[in-house]
């Protein structure tokens, strides 16, 4: 799935201008990844879609607890980088709370961190969130090289 997410981003820079599911289905098949994958793909960028982002305020001191769950598919590299994130203000306290949701849908357990990049990235080009070139590079480039095609 982190693949077709990648060959995404890299061929659809704006995020609705890929195709409908169906196109995208068969022009993902077409360039050679497997019907399963694409599917699971589709599933996760439809629930990415279809996710609400609610705004709220909070002290600029607030700390956000983690459940025992998500510390543990999550792990300490991936809520450190979220931290790291917000501190940076690439992060709003409403686009965490999506990023850690559509972490918690990956079935590693726990997630690796250049996979959980590719999920940040991923919700941030969703909700067309200005990508300053470092930051895609951090998100993008440093990950795993079997990722990028």
């Known amino acids: 799935m982190i693949d077709i997410l990648v060959y995404l981003f890299e061929n659809y820079y704006d995020f609705s201008a890929h195709p409908k599911p169906d196109a995208l ?3 993902l098949s077409a360039v050679g990844f497997e019907e399963g994958e694409i599917s699971v793909a589709l599933d996760w960028l439809d629930g990415l ?23 543990s598919k999550l792990g300490c590299d991936c809520l450190n980088f979220v931290v790291f994130l917000e501190a940076a203000g690439v992060l709003t306290p409403a686009l ?12 590693d357990d726990p997630v690796p961190l250049d996979r959980f990049k590719i999920i940040v990235l991923m ?20 990950a795993d090289p079997e990722l990028l095609h």
Do not use: N
């Open 25 to 27: 289905a068969r022009k």
């Open 49 to 71: 879609k279809s996710a609400r982002v609610a705004e709220f305020s909070c002290s600029p001191h607030a700390v956000r607890i983690y459940t025992a769950d998500e510390q």
């Open 96 to 107: 965490r709370e999506l990023v850690v949701e559509r972490g918690m849908t990956l079935e």
């Open 123 to 142: 919700v941030l080009w969703s909700r067309e969130q200005d990508l300053e070139p470092l930051i895609v590079e951090e998100l993008l480039y440093d």
